[in-house]
């Protein structure tokens, strides 16, 4: 790629990134979309949206910012939770990285691969006409005494970044402890899911759980709540809520209340007693269903069992409570609103085929997506995108075209394709057979970085580097030149996507273009406060990281870029958790192992490639020394898996036992136990009533609603 495509990329990308930005601060002051920029203020009630026009609402401003930078991790903490402070420090983690990356890239690698004549001599009187490769250490002669000063910054990249996840995964561990210790109890925190419930002649599930755990835990089992199949209950709820949404629209728009002649005889008919009669029908259908589910039907043999303390419930959950280990087989229970209960109507058989179908797609779906990769590699090659089109040869003539054509277009179309990528990754995860909505999108996002990392970095390296060289590669004597120039050739073209797929996105971010949109379109007085999608934001932001960890040292014009994301990025979520984010759960840090290992992967990658630039660059000794690198990280890894990890697992005897004994004469355990016994009651067993019949379009339809 040339450096006219690169500015030409930079351009359009950092226009639109102004707009947006600009966009959003004159936006966010109108009330009219209070509920697209500030849904989490107003459910809050911290928000009043302001009738009275002034001339101040039409002027761009940058307070938001500094109120997204002033606020404190425990202020974070108390209002959005860990996850969120996590999800901060990930991206903080990045910055510091890539600062030092950076000073070393831009001011030690970067002269030395511009010092250098491998490749050509750089005319910087003409330089949009050159390649980027000259600023890459491709441009090092082969066998130069300056690739030693690669060699050490490869070295203090990794010790830097092996100190940082050390540090960060400690601090993090004593985080999760400490949130623990200064919460509130949790139902979650006292209670085990039991699946493989054995069943016994002339006993329900309900016998044979409560016999079960009252022999074998008598001190301190407290009760259970069996899993009901209610996927027919939940389709019905389903339809009763969309048609109780229909109708209130109706009734803000008088005009649509009575429709045209319908039958033979002309007859009206009022459309908002249609919907009521209808809706009526299905409430009554749910109540009989409901029924039905209560006396016992539709049972599965898995159970909610609730115990005293949060050690009895640690101790059942980590002793295997059977001498067959296929029966009465335990985990942790989530939160009740984390529950994800259409995986508990499903059997055994259709779980265990649920598995084989979302390998079986997600294999697909990785080898369809090389599709637009090489669409998108073919565009950055105008030279074989002629051969195959010719009557493109008269349009890339034309400079700004073939600078689009090369330097953003393709980016373009691989954001638009990797945008369908996440929501079909948290749709295979959600029929995987999670028990809840946390541990499908854990699930997702490592689904979503793994399909990132191979279809974005290993298979665009692959077929712009390898496919498009071959020729090169079959003159046997010019190997390990071209290939030493080959492999960081890529590294222009991910320039490029950070700027399109990093700075756009998180532009694009704070303006919420599709809720805008939707609000444009129809008007919706339901205020809906949306939680961070993790499984989409984490992989991008990891894959950044991996970037820029195996790019620094190879080409460190990317640094710059990748700084200034991150940079938007802590800015814009932070401002999103403050106003757009509430959380619909807590993990309490539970996403940070899959950042380590993620960077662990970056490191090991930079490691592997550093050992073929410096083999290609015939400094075999540096190749020789750079051995130790990643056994080292990864026994570094190992330790932190043995030191760390337990503590996002389970938390210990000590502090389970240390929180029981403070509580054990709160008064108010007392009604937290009573409202235990039904917190893991079905929401689709739970009485509802979206409908109350009148004649009066006046008064309103819905009484009550769950």
């Not at 899911?193 to 755990?213: K, M, Q, T």
Request: one cysteine or more; charged letters at 15%; glycine letters at 4%.
């Amino acid at each position: 790629m040339l450096v006219s495509a690169l500015f030409t990329s930079l351009g359009i990308n950092s226009g639109l990134c102004v707009f947006f930005f600009v966009l959003y601060s004159i936006l966010r002051k109108q009330p009219r979309y209070y509920q697209v920029f500030l849904p989490r203020l107003l459910a809050q009630g911290n928000s009043k949206r302001r009738r009275h026009f002034n001339l101040e609402r039409l002027i761009p401003s940058t307070s938001w910012v500094k109120r997204a930078w002033s606020i404190s991790e425990d202020d974070l903490i108390s209002s959005s939770g860990l996850d969120a402070a996590v999800f901060i420090r990930m991206i903080t983690f990045c910055l510091k990285v890539f600062s030092l990356a950076g000073i070393i890239g831009l001011f030690v690698l970067l002269p030395a691969n511009t010092a250098g004549n491998q490749l050509e001599e750089i005319d910087f009187t003409n330089l949009s006409n050159n390649s980027l490769d000259v600023f890459t250490i491709s441009n090092v002669k082969i066998g130069s005494k300056s690739l030693w000063i690669h060699f050490s910054a490869v070295y203090i990249v990794t010790g830097f970044v092996c100190y940082l996840l050390y540090y960060e995964y400690k601090y993090i561990s004593s985080k999760r402890i400490a949130y623990f210790c200064s919460s509130k109890p949790q139902p979650h925190q006292f209670t085990i899911l039991v699946r493989s419930i054995p069943i016994s002649v002339g006993n329900s599930i309900s016998d044979s759980v409560e016999s079960f755990f009252k022999e074998y835990y008598p001190s301190t089992y407290l009760s259970h709540v069996v899993v009901h199949r209610t996927s027919k209950l939940r389709n019905l709820i389903g339809d009763a809520k969309r048609l109780y949404k229909s109708l209130i629209h109706l009734q803000s728009d008088p005009t649509r209340l009575k429709d045209k002649h319908v039958g033979l005889f002309g007859r009206k008919a009022d459309l908002a007693d249609r919907h009521v009669r209808k809706l009526e029908d299905i409430e009554k259908n749910v109540r009989l269903e409901q029924s039905e589910v209560s006396l016992g039907r539709e049972e599965t043999r898995a159970a909610f069992v609730s115990f005293k303390s949060r050690y009895g419930a640690a101790i059942a959950f980590h002793l295997q409570q059977s001498i067959n280990p296929t029966q009465w087989i335990t985990e942790q229970a989530p939160e009740p609103h984390d529950v994800y209960w259409p995986f508990f109507s499903s059997s055994f058989m259709r779980k265990w085929i649920s598995k084989l179908v979302v390998v079986v797609a997600c294999s697909l779906l990785t080898v369809l997506f090389l599709i637009p990769v090489v669409v998108v590699q073919g565009l950055t090659n105008l030279t074989q995108l002629e051969m195959l089109f010719p009557f493109l040869k008269i349009l890339v003539t034309i400079k700004f075209v073939r600078q689009v054509i090369t330097g953003y277009l393709p980016n373009l179309i691989l954001l638009l394709f990797l945008k369908t990528v996440p929501p079909i990754m948290r749709f295979l995860s959600s029929i995987q057979g999670y028990i809840s909505h946390s541990e499908i999108e854990k699930s997702a996002c490592n689904k979503v970085l793994w399909f990132t990392i191979w279809n974005i970095f290993f298979a665009t390296l692959f077929s712009g580097s390898f496919f498009y060289q071959l020729s090169i590669i079959l003159e046997l004597k010019n190997i390990p030149a071209k290939l030493a120039v080959a492999v960081p050739a890529q590294a222009s073209f991910f320039i490029a996507y950070v700027v399109t797929s990093g700075w756009t996105s998180a532009a694009s971010e704070v303006v919420r273009v599709i809720p805008l949109i939707r609000s444009l379109v129809c008007t919706n007085d339901d205020l809906e406060v949306p939680s961070i999608p993790y499984y989409r934001d984490i992989p991008r932001i990891l894959f950044f990281g991996l970037l820029g960890t195996t790019y620094f040292f190879l080409a460190p014009l990317i640094l710059p870029f990748l700084l200034i994301y991150f940079c938007f990025a802590y800015t814009i979520f932070r401002n999103q958790f403050l106003n757009v984010y509430a959380p619909k759960y807590e993990t309490a840090g539970k996403f940070w192992p899959i950042v380590h290992n993620s960077m662990i992967f970056s490191l090991v990658l930079m490691h592997a490639i550093a050992v073929g630039i410096f083999t290609l660059k015939k400094l075999s000794l540096a190749s020789t020394l750079i051995f130790p690198l990643p056994v080292l990280t990864l026994l570094f890894n190992e330790y932190c898996r043995k030191r760390f990890l337990p503590i996002f697992v389970a938390y210990s005897a000590e502090v389970l036992i240390k929180k029981d004994r403070e509580e054990q004469n709160d008064p108010a355990m007392v009604g937290f136990f009573e409202e235990l016994i039904t917190a893991y009651k079905d929401p689709a067993l739970l009485p509802i009533q979206y409908s109350t019949y009148t004649d009066s379009l006046n008064t309103p339809l819905m009484s009550s609603a769950v």
